[in-house]
């Protein structure tokens, strides 16, 4: 079992920053890639970024690319989201999640993929 806390939302302005991170427990992160989706109210969940295992890959949504970056550290367990130029639309709850899988190459995968979710951590961004 792995568990997984996000950490790092609040509310900011259009073109400011924030950075999430997310700390997991239970079981080392290194063997999991991980991923950050997101869920704006009344909207389906979506893909934001994700990434390989090693942190040798990364892949992110076409809205978020060149804005956002995805990183991890093994060694701490943790893994983070770098938010830049935010955009009202970016507004949603951020959840990061893991999934056993030793793939060198990150790909775009559907949540029902992935093995463990973080509780989510709200993001809003004000025009």
């Known amino acids: 079992q792995v568990q997984l806390v996000e950490s790092g939302g609040g509310l900011v302005q259009a073109g400011g920053s924030l950075r999430l991170s997310c700390a997991a427990s239970?079981?080392?992160?290194?063997?999991?890639?991980m991923g950050w989706f997101r869920q704006a109210p009344g909207k389906e969940r979506e893909f934001v970024a994700t990434?390989?295992?090693?942190?040798?890959?990364?892949f992110y949504a076409d809205s978020v690319k060149g804005r956002f970056t995805i990183s991890r550290d093994n060694a701490k367990n943790t893994g983070d989201l770098q938010m830049n130029s935010l955009k009202p639309e970016d507004t949603a709850v951020y959840y990061c999640?893991?999934?056993?899988?030793?793939?060198?190459?990150?790909?775009?995968?559907?949540?029902?993929?992935?093995?463990?979710w973080g509780q989510g951590t709200q993001v809003t961004v004000s025009s």
């Open positions: 999640a893991a999934q056993q899988s030793q793939r060198r190459t990150a790909q775009l995968l559907p949540p029902t993929r992935y093995d463990y």
């Open positions: 239970g079981r080392t992160l290194s063997i999991y890639a």
């Open positions: 990434i390989t295992w090693n942190g040798g890959s990364t």
